[in-house]
């Protein structure tokens, strides 16, 4: 038998193969540089301190603790405020929801919701929140701006997660004679919260990387101060490395590799968690 | 009983009506102070003015420098997300390993996960110096380094949808071609591709839109120069950026400079609000051919 000579098709086909596979190992690449250069850059910084100290203007003095306080006060009124609402439209919309116009509009209307630039949210906070019902520039109205952009991940995860649970289900508690909310809440519901729960930690991963919208809102660059309530302003870790990253000196460049060392690790974190969650979830439960 | 599951029915419903109060106030915002704003400003000028001073005492209200700039660094996002993003979405389908493809996609996916603050930093600190190397007269902001940063950001988008969509094919469709001979090269891109060419457009006009309001990494590497120019080197100002230096700024409410960024958001939010209903539509039109 002749061996095939690579010619034509076949070297295109051979070609092709590595020059997609350098493609692959470039995108994989550019990761582990941007890791490599900012870990190089700002784990000198991390310490105790750093986590400690106020902002300042001596960079070697400057810490998150303000930065961190308020973004996670911040992720506590947002989660207060999107979780119930979101859960609650995502579940009516594919158990209750009818298949009229109506759902149809909602559809079309989250799925634009989905891709509306955060800082569309911005101005929408800015005029709604901040200026028509004077919440200021606030931890609360940062909230409210943050819930109303992560609400679309919400229910299209919710949606998900419940139409993935078989209607075999739902029938055999009909036929027991429970009730459509005994069925949605008993049975429904505990079967698709693995899913749920796997959206839920995926935008809040999301919200707490936001900068534009709650730059728009006007949160401040420089708080010197913990919030301690709702109505308090307030800034978040990725307010405070935009700062940093936007002034000339070195040494503030340092402190900006540091705080988004710190950001990243709360990130990969939560997806992290998410995608075992969601393993685990689609192991135990098969039907 | 049957009178508690009626309310429950009812909180719940205004719950997803949440989500269309949500859009209303968007539109109704946008439009009412863009109307503000061109009762001062007449549209003609807003249309085709090629300057763009409102915080200067010469002031100028053409939107093109503004649009020039979004649109310069999305091209350039897109010229680098959609060949590496397509031919990454062929060969994990067609040609690695499924191990390597579980291995890799996942991977992939942590670029989108990355916060927007962080490419911006990496395009200023990083690709931008390094650009500096190859090319002398690169601007320190310029549109180049964080269009190709926003790039390496979309990438995982069109990844990740084109594969769902190149894996929805039906493997008859795939084993045909192989059994008249074809190689997988001309199995991908002469069958599998155009199968799956529905998904693969969405997933691109996805990243688009993605590009088109990406905020923080232009805001921090592009510069706050608005220009009508289309050279990569320069520095640009986006709509995006505009929006975030104004609201950082110290400027009162109702004046004029205020209601700029409005017009501008609206002219952003237009362009975002036609690609998502392209792809809605699509994917309503097309998305179920094989299932």
């Known amino acids: 038998m002749k061996k095939r000579s690579l010619t034509g098709a076949r070297l ?34 991390i310490h105790w301190d750093f986590f400690r100290n106020l902002p300042s ?50 559809e079309i209307n989250i799925a634009n919701l989905a891709g509306v630039p955060s800082v569309i949210y911005g101005i929408l906070g800015l005029t709604f929140f901040v200026r028509i019902l004077k919440l200021g520039n606030s931890l609360i109205a940062g909230a409210f701006t943050l819930s109303l952009l992560i609400l679309p991940i919400i229910i ?64 401040l660059v420089y708080v010197p101060f913990i919030p301690e309530g709702p109505g308090d302003q307030f ?13 000339p000196q070195a040494a503030f460049i340092v402190n900006a590799a540091a705080g988004i060392i710190v950001l990243l690790l709360i990130t990969f ?16 439960i098969k039907y | 009983m049957r009178r508690k599951e009626k309310w429950i029915e009812l909180v719940m419903m205004a719950c997803s009506l949440v989500t269309v109060f949500t859009t209303i106030g968007i539109i109704l915002i946008l439009a009412i102070e863009t109307i503000k704003f061109f009762s001062e400003v007449s549209i003609g000028e807003f249309l085709t003015d090629t300057q763009w001073t409102p915080l200067f005492s010469d002031k100028h209200f053409g939107i093109l420098p503004l649009l020039c700039g979004t649109l310069l660094t999305t091209t350039i996002a897109i010229l680098l997300a959609v060949p590496l993003g397509l031919v990454i979405a062929v060969y994990l389908n067609e040609y690695a390993s499924p191990r390597f493809t579980a291995l890799v996609k996942p991977v992939l996916e942590v670029l989108a996960a990355i916060p927007t603050v962080v490419y911006g930093f990496f395009a200023l600190q990083f690709v931008t110096p390094l650009l500096q190397k190859i090319i002398p ?51 991908a891109f002469r069958v599998m591709v155009p199968a ?71 002219t952003l939010f237009v362009f975002t609000f036609i690609l998502n209903n392209i792809s809605f539509f699509i994917r309503q039109r097309f998305q179920n051919k094989y299932e």
């Open chain 2, 137 to 187: 007269d690169l601007n320190g902001f310029n549109a180049l380094s964080p269009g190709l940063v926003m790039g390496i950001m979309i990438i995982p988008y069109i990844t990740s949808l084109s594969e769902d969509a190149l894996r929805a094919v039906p493997r008859s469709l795939r084993e045909a071609s192989y059994g008249m001979g074809a190689t997988r090269f001309q199995t």
């Open chain 1, 57 to 106: 203007r001596h960079a070697e003095r400057s810490g998150i603790m303000t930065a961190l306080a308020g973004m996670l006060s911040l992720l506590f009124f947002t989660i207060l405020f999107a979780l119930p609402v979101g859960i609650m439209a995502g579940v009516y919309l594919q158990e209750y929801g009818k298949r009229n116009r109506f759902a149809k509009f909602i």
């Open chain 2, 196 to 266: 799956a060419s529905s998904g693969i457009i969405i997933s691109v006009i996805l990243a688009i839109s993605r590009a088109l309001g990406e905020t923080m990494i232009v805001a921090i590497a592009a510069g706050q120069e608005p220009k009508l120019t289309f050279n990569p080197k320069e520095s640009v100002e986006t709509i995006t950026t505009y929006i975030v230096q104004v609201s950082m700024g110290d400027i009162p409410q109702d004046s004029l400079e205020y209601k700029t960024i409005f017009a501008a958001g609206l």
């Open chain 1, 235 to 247: 800034t978040t870790l990725p307010i405070q490395i935009f700062n940093w990253t936007s002034r």
């Open chain 1, 156 to 219: 299209v995860a919710t949606r998900e997660a419940i139409r993935a649970v078989p209607d075999s289900l739902r029938e055999a508690s009909y036929g027991m004679g429970a009730t459509k909310w005994q069925t949605t809440s008993k049975i429904v519901f505990p079967s698709a919260l693995g899913g749920i729960l796997t959206g839920i930690i995926l935008a809040i991963s999301r919200a707490i990387g936001e900068t534009a919208p709650l730059l728009v809102i006007g949160a």
């Open chain 1, 12 to 45: 295109t086909d051979v070609l092709f193969k590595y020059i997609a596979l350098s493609f692959t190992i470039l995108a994989l690449a550019v990761l582990v540089i941007l890791l490599v250069d900012i870990f190089s850059k700002g784990l000198g910084r």
């Open chain 1, 269 to 284: 974190l939560l997806n992290s968690i998410a995608i075992y969650i969601r393993n685990k979830w689609y192991k135990k």
